[in-house]
């Protein structure tokens, strides 16, 4: 007999099986964790995969703000596009007027 088999028929766990391989047992459906009586009295409060509501907030406010800062580049990217000038820029109350572009008449060819 070999020796690992021999520490194993120690340990209660020698195989019945004929190549010496126990299967994977299955875990059991109603499986909760253990919980001491003498230990204090705890409870798991709602969370979405391990994000809890403080979490959950603290990461909104973090892709709201990379979403703002993405959102002011995007428009400043853009700024050359004369349909972006006209539809958005212009009519922000600070600096809109620098998007206003007016040809003076001696220089409009018609």
Same mark, same amino acid.
């Given at each position: 007999?070999?020796?690992?088999? #021999?520490?194993?028929?120690?340990?209660?766990?020698? *195989? +019945?099986?004929? +190549?010496?391989? /126990?299967?994977? &047992?299955?875990? $059991?459906?109603?499986?909760?964790? %253990?919980? *001491? /009586?003498?230990? =204090?009295?705890? &409870? #798991?409060?709602?969370? $979405?995969?391990?994000?809890?509501? *403080? &979490?959950?907030? +603290?990461?909104?406010?973090?892709?709201?703000? %990379?979403?703002?800062?993405?959102?002011?580049?995007? @428009?400043?990217? %853009?700024?050359?596009?004369?349909?972006?000038?006209?539809? #958005? @820029? /212009? &009519?922000?109350?600070?600096?809109?007027?620098?998007? $206003?572009?007016?040809?003076? =008449?001696?220089?409009?060819?018609?």
């Amino acid at each position: 007999m070999q020796r690992t088999l #021999i520490k194993r028929a120690q340990y209660g766990l020698e *195989s +019945t099986l004929p +190549t010496g391989v /126990q299967p994977w &047992k299955q875990r $059991v459906k109603d499986y909760k964790s %253990f919980k *001491s /009586q003498y230990g =204090p009295d705890y &409870k #798991i409060g709602p969370h $979405v995969s391990g994000i809890d509501m *403080s &979490k959950g907030a +603290t990461m909104a406010y973090l892709a709201a703000g %990379f979403g703002g800062v993405a959102g002011i580049f995007a @428009l400043f990217f %853009f700024d050359g596009v004369p349909r972006v000038q006209r539809d #958005i @820029l /212009q &009519k922000l109350p600070i600096i809109g007027s620098f998007y $206003v572009h007016e040809v003076p =008449p001696e220089d409009n060819p018609f």
